[in-house]
């Protein structure tokens, strides 16, 4: 809830801290920092670390929400640090509770291992699988087939969503809503080769008929990207896959129809 009467102020941050090579269990430990105008979260983390304990851990980079590594958990909502202001988030005690992203192991205090999740983007193969023959200069997409992407390229993939669902929480082999966000970029886009196979493979068990539809992921992104939305979408082009892959064929042979075209290595699939 906003609140702007700490302005100038003494609050209080709140952090769990863990190092798993001395600590038997997560605990809270309170900073006290002054609220100046404009603080955002990790403003407050890096005053703290500069100036009270050099000892905190946590990711961050670019400091303008493009990166996606300074994802945490903020009084119970995953969110970004660098995009939030401080005084968004205090209680009327003028406090706030941060804390690493669920779901994944911590390696020190607000920073966790991203393998599994880097493991299932990699899964559904996150590039472009041109075909054969391409265009000398570009393919020229329709800007409905553009909207029909929905905005996918923006992901960052800092997390939030993949911390926020409940499926990982249970399940660490779901394919998860940030790689099937990406895999329906892919089959949506229709200089794509290979939409049938990509469908195959989240069609699978561990796939998007995994998806509870509790729309945690959605509440989470910082770039307001609806996954559950792309989930459904893939569900519904998995029941229909053989037709969905000819009709690409098609497509792209009318996408090279009118321009020269070039030979292109096609990579492995
Ligand atoms: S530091 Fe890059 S997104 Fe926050």
Redesign the pocket.
Known sequence: MANCSFEGQSVTVRIQRFNPEVDKKPRLKEFVITLEPGTTI?DALREIKNEQDGSLTYR???????????AMNVNGKNM????QPLKDHLDRKGRITIRPLPYQPIIKDLVVDRSVFWGQYQRVKPWLIPPRDVPEKEFCMSPEEVEALKNAEKC?M?GACYASCQVIGLNKRYIGPHALLKAFQRILDPRDSAPGERLADVAGDDGVFRCHTIFNCIDACPKELNPTQAIETLRKLAQKRQAFDAQRRERQKSLINSAPIMSAERPGV
């Open positions: 990790l961050r980079s670019c400091r303008h929400a493009i990166c996606g590594s300074c970004l640090a660098c995009n960052i800092c």
